[in-house]
C-alpha cells in the first residue's frame, strides 16, 4: 500500500505541477488534467494489486501441489525401502539354507555349510530419501512503475511540447514584428528614393528640355544667319555676277568699232558720242587723228620688240 500511496502522490503532484506551470487552460486540457491522471495512476494501481493478489494466491496453489507432489514421492520411496530390506531380512534368514541347497545341487556333502561356509551374501538394506522442492513466490506487478514512468512522460512531454509552441509562437511574432519594421523601412526608404529619383529626373528633364530650347534657338538662329548670310552671298554673287556682265557687255561693246570709239570719247572728254552734239565732230577728229598717230606709234614699237 506504501507503493500506492506514493504513486497516487506522484500523480498528484504532476497533475499540480501542469495545472501550475502550464500555459493556460488550453494547455492544461489538451496535456492531461489532474484528475484524469490521478483516474489513470488508480486503475493502474487497481490492476497492480489485482495482479500482485492473482500471482500470490498461484503461487500458493504450486505450493499445496508441490506438497502433494513430494508427499507422494516420499510415500513411494518409503514404500520401496521397505520392500527392500524385507527381501534382505529374507535372504538374510535364508542364507545357510540355500547354501545346502546349493551344496546338494552340486553333489557335495551339507555339512560343509556348517565347517566353513558362510551362507549367502546379504546385501545392506535400503534407505527411503525424502524429496524437497523449491517451492513457488508470487512475483510482483512491477506494470505500475513502468506506467507511471509513461504516464509522467506523455504529460511532461505534452508540457514541453506546449512550451516549445508558445516560446515558437513568440519567436515568430517578434520575427514577425521585426520583418514588418523593415517592411515599412524599405518602403519608407523606396518612396524616399522614388521621389528624390523622380525629383532628379524631372530637373534632369527640364534642363534638358531647356538646353533642347537654347540648342532649337542657338540653331535656329545659326540657320537664320546661315540664311541671311546665304542671301547676301547670293545677292553679291548676282551683283558681281551683273557687274560682270555689264563689264563684259562694256567689254564686248568696246572692242567694236562704235564701242572704241565711245570708249575714247568718254576716256577723253568724260562725256559719251551722244553727249558732244555736233560741235564735237572736230574735236572728235583730231582725237582721231592723235590716236591713229599713237597707235602707229604702239605698233611700230610693239613690231620692234618681237
Known amino acids: 500500500m506504501a507503493f500506492g500511496v506514493g504513486l497516487a502522490g506522484a500523480a498528484a503532484a504532476a497533475g499540480h505541477f501542469i495545472a501550475r506551470n502550464g500555459p493556460g487552460?488550453?494547455?492544461v486540457n489538451s496535456a492531461m488534467s489532474e484528475n484524469r491522471a490521478s483516474g489513470m495512476l488508480n486503475?493502474?494501481?487497481n490492476n497492480r494489486d489485482y495482479n500482485n493478489q492473482w500471482s500470490a494466491s498461484q503461487a500458493d496453489e504450486l505450493r499445496q501441489w508441490q506438497e502433494q507432489q513430494n508427499q507422494k514421492v516420499m510415500n513411494f520411496n518409503a514404500s520401496e525401502a521397505a520392500k527392500n530390506r524385507n527381501w534382505q531380512e529374507y535372504m538374510s534368514n535364508t542364507a545357510h539354507q540355500r547354501e545346502v541347497a546349493d551344496l546338494k545341487a552340486a553333489g557335495l556333502n551339507p555339512v560343509l555349510s556348517a565347517l566353513g561356509g558362510n551362507g549367502a551374501a546379504v546385501t545392506s538394506g535400503a534407505t527411503a530419501s525424502g524429496v524437497t522442492s523449491s517451492g513457488a513466490k508470487g512475483d510482483a506487478d512491477q506494470s505500475a512503475n513502468s506506467a507511471l514512468v509513461?504516464?509522467?512522460a506523455s504529460m511532461l512531454n505534452a508540457q514541453t511540447t506546449l512550451e516549445s509552441q508558445r516560446i515558437s509562437a513568440q519567436n515568430n511574432l517578434a520575427v514577425a514584428d521585426k520583418y514588418n519594421a523593415t517592411s515599412e523601412l524599405?518602403?519608407?526608404?523606396?518612396?524616399e528614393y522614388g521621389l528624390?529619383?523622380?525629383?532628379i529626373h524631372g530637373e534632369y528633364g527640364l534642363k534638358q528640355s531647356q538646353i533642347g530650347a537654347n540648342a532649337t534657338l542657338g540653331a535656329a538662329g545659326m540657320s537664320s544667319a546661315a540664311t541671311r548670310y546665304a542671301a547676301a552671298q547670293s545677292a553679291a554673287a548676282s551683283r558681281y555676277a551683273s557687274d560682270t556682265s555689264k563689264y563684259n557687255a562694256q567689254i564686248t561693246a568696246e572692242k567694236t568699232p562704235a564701242g572704241l570709239v565711245e570708249s575714247l570719247v568718254r576716256g577723253a572728254s568724260g562725256q559719251t558720242f551722244n553727249e558732244l552734239g555736233s560741235s564735237g565732230w572736230n574735236w572728235l577728229q583730231n582725237q582721231l587723228n592723235d590716236a591713229t598717230h599713237r597707235g602707229g606709234r604702239i605698233g611700230r614699237a610693239r613690231a620692234k620688240e618681237k
Do not use: F, K, M
Not at 186 to 191: E, F, I, M, Q, S
Not at 196 to 199: D, E, G, H
Open 196 to 199: 528624390a529619383n523622380a525629383r
Open 150 to 152: 509513461s504516464v509522467l
Open 186 to 191: 524599405v518602403a519608407r526608404l523606396t518612396g
Open 43 to 45: 486503475a493502474i494501481q
Open 25 to 27: 487552460q488550453n494547455a
